[in-house]
């Protein structure tokens, strides 16, 4: 269903998935503009080779109203995924990039009559903060973040609020949210903007609650691209990849593409309009588990060490069931070896291959997030 002469304009079209969302439009037939204020820890060379010379770049912040009006003219639809992501401690940051820019894009299609028929929204899995587990006495349960005082024993699964029974993970759809970090509470805050605003005006919205997105071009500067960046950057240097915990953690992992292909989905598909959807891996994976994929991608047969650390504010397994989506029509295309396998094929033809994990987990140890848990019974621990 191509539609020629269509024009989108994507916010952080630059980045990670704003940039293969680009590639995939223009495959398509989209005319493509992009609003990025290429950040500089993201972009630290500027616009990015990888961004295809026929999208329009608007560089600035989406925190403007100014930017907003010159971005939205002659537009049909947006993709709003520009945002602060990071684990620092500036909270106002959160709702003023994430939230706010949300509330300002539907301020002015209303104000000043854009003619929008759609806006697909970036949000996250971070909306379920801890997420579903079931109690054996209780049924689905939703619990809280685990205290602290619980980690530093090495006792790491969360406990039933109700009888304190050890929980079993299971798999969330999108009924119930329960944020619990300014990101996530800024992603929810600007879902509800959204779909709420969206709904009384008549504007289609589209909520993506990705999980965790794997492959190339995922920075390598950003804090928040996470575990795989870590691991293959570790191993390509020699290192053993250190996993948290007892590395028995359950994520779900989603090829960047597929997640492309899931926000061309929400655009021309009216079935998804004024919903929220969850758009992950097909299942959840174990972080040793994970660890040994990219060892295994990186040709090396390096073990990883589990030294019981833990870091504050974690989750113990945050599994999303993409089930809504999928029923809809959209199809998960690349297995968990080709998502690893993508990425560290991709970060092996960088120039350079920087490896911070030694300062970085300095940082956090220097500021209490990353702690040692006292119980040896949680050390050298292996799958
Ligand atoms: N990567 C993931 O695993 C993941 C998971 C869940 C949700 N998300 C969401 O998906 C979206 C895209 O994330 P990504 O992984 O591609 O990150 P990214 O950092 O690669 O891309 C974000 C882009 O937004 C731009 N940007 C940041 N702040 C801006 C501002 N104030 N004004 C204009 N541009 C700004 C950056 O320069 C960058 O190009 C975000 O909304 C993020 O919260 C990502």
Same mark, same amino acid.
């Given at each position: 269903?191509?539609?020629?002469?269509?024009?989108?304009?994507?916010?952080?079209?630059?980045?990670?998935?704003?940039?293969?969302?680009?590639?995939?439009?223009?495959?398509?037939?989209?005319?493509?503009?992009?609003?990025?204020?290429?950040?500089?820890?993201?972009? !630290?060379?500027?616009?990015?080779?990888?961004?295809?010379?026929?999208? $329009?770049?608007?560089?600035?912040?989406?925190?403007?109203?100014?930017?907003?009006?010159?971005?939205?003219?002659?537009?049909?639809?947006? +993709?709003?995924?520009?945002?602060?992501?990071?684990?620092?401690?500036?909270?106002?940051?959160?709702?003023?990039?994430?939230?706010?820019?949300?509330?300002?894009?539907? *301020?002015?299609?209303?104000?000043?009559?854009?003619?929008?028929?759609?806006?697909?929204?970036?949000?996250?899995?971070?909306?379920?903060?801890?997420?579903?587990?079931?109690?054996?006495?209780?049924?689905?349960?939703?619990?809280?973040?685990?205290?602290?005082?619980?980690?530093?024993?090495?006792?790491?699964?969360?406990?039933?609020?109700?009888?304190?029974?050890?929980?079993?993970?299971?798999? +969330?759809?999108?009924?119930?949210?329960? !944020?619990?970090?300014?990101?996530?509470?800024?992603?929810?805050?600007?879902?509800?903007?959204?779909?709420?605003?969206?709904?009384?005006?008549?504007?289609?919205?589209?909520?993506?609650?990705?999980?965790? @997105?794997?492959?190339?071009?995922?920075?390598?500067?950003?804090?928040?691209?996470?575990?795989?960046?870590? +691991?293959? %950057?570790?191993?390509?240097?020699?290192?053993?990849?250190?996993?948290?915990?007892?590395?028995?953690? /359950?994520?779900?992992?989603?090829?960047?593409?597929? @997640?492309?292909?899931?926000?061309? +989905?929400?655009?021309?598909?009216?079935?998804?309009?004024?919903?929220?959807?969850?758009?992950?891996?097909?299942?959840?994976?174990? @972080?040793?588990?994970?660890?040994?994929?990219?060892?295994?991608?990186?040709?090396?047969?390096?073990?990883?060490?589990?030294?019981?650390?833990?870091?504050?504010?974690?989750?113990?397994?945050?599994?999303?069931?993409?089930?809504? /989506?999928?029923?809809?029509?959209?199809?998960?295309?690349?297995?968990?070896?080709?998502?690893?396998?993508?990425?560290?094929?991709? @970060?092996?033809?960088?120039?350079?291959? !920087?490896?911070?994990?030694?300062?970085?987990? $300095? *940082?956090?140890? %220097? %500021?209490?997030? /990353?702690?040692?848990?006292?119980?040896?019974?949680?050390?050298? *621990?292996?799958?």
């Amino acid at each position: 269903m191509g539609s020629a002469m269509k024009r989108v304009l994507v916010t952080g079209g630059a980045g990670f998935i704003g940039s293969h969302t680009c590639d995939l439009l223009l495959e398509r037939g989209y005319e493509v503009r992009a609003l990025d204020c290429l950040q500089a820890r993201v972009h !630290p060379g500027g616009r990015p080779a990888w961004m295809s010379a026929d999208v $329009e770049l608007i560089v600035d912040d989406v925190r403007h109203r100014e930017t907003w009006m010159r971005a939205l003219e002659g537009v049909d639809s947006v +993709f709003h995924l520009a945002a602060y992501q990071d684990y620092m401690p500036d909270f106002s940051t959160f709702l003023r990039v994430n939230a706010e820019s949300t509330a300002l894009l539907y *301020e002015l299609i209303v104000s000043e009559k854009f003619p929008v028929e759609k806006v697909v929204l970036a949000s996250s899995q971070s909306v379920y903060g801890e997420g579903k587990y079931l109690c054996e006495k209780h049924g689905a349960v939703y619990p809280g973040p685990r205290p602290v005082k619980q980690l530093a024993r090495g006792e790491w699964d969360p406990l039933c609020p109700k009888c304190a029974r050890i929980l079993k993970p299971s798999p +969330f759809d999108e009924s119930v949210v329960n !944020p619990h970090t300014a990101y996530g509470i800024s992603k929810y805050a600007a879902e509800l903007l959204a779909l709420q605003l969206g709904q009384r005006y008549l504007i289609p919205t589209v909520a993506m609650r990705y999980s965790i @997105v794997q492959g190339p071009r995922n920075s390598l500067h950003n804090a928040y691209s996470g575990v795989c960046r870590i +691991f293959t %950057q570790r191993i390509l240097h020699g290192r053993a990849p250190v996993v948290f915990e007892d590395g028995k953690q /359950l994520r779900d992992y989603v090829h960047v593409k597929d @997640v492309a292909a899931a926000n061309v +989905f929400a655009l021309e598909h009216a079935t998804c309009d004024y919903a929220t959807f969850n758009v992950g891996g097909d299942r959840g994976v174990t @972080v040793l588990e994970f660890a040994r994929a990219v060892a295994a991608a990186c040709g090396r047969t390096v073990e990883p060490q589990v030294p019981g650390e833990f870091r504050v504010g974690d989750t113990r397994h945050t599994v999303s069931d993409s089930g809504r /989506l999928e029923r809809l029509g959209w199809q998960r295309r690349h297995s968990l070896e080709q998502i690893v396998g993508d990425y560290v094929a991709w @970060v092996a033809a960088q120039d350079e291959v !920087p490896d911070r994990s030694e300062e970085a987990a $300095e *940082e956090m140890k %220097q %500021q209490g997030v /990353l702690r040692l848990a006292a119980s040896s019974a949680a050390r050298g *621990e292996h799958a």
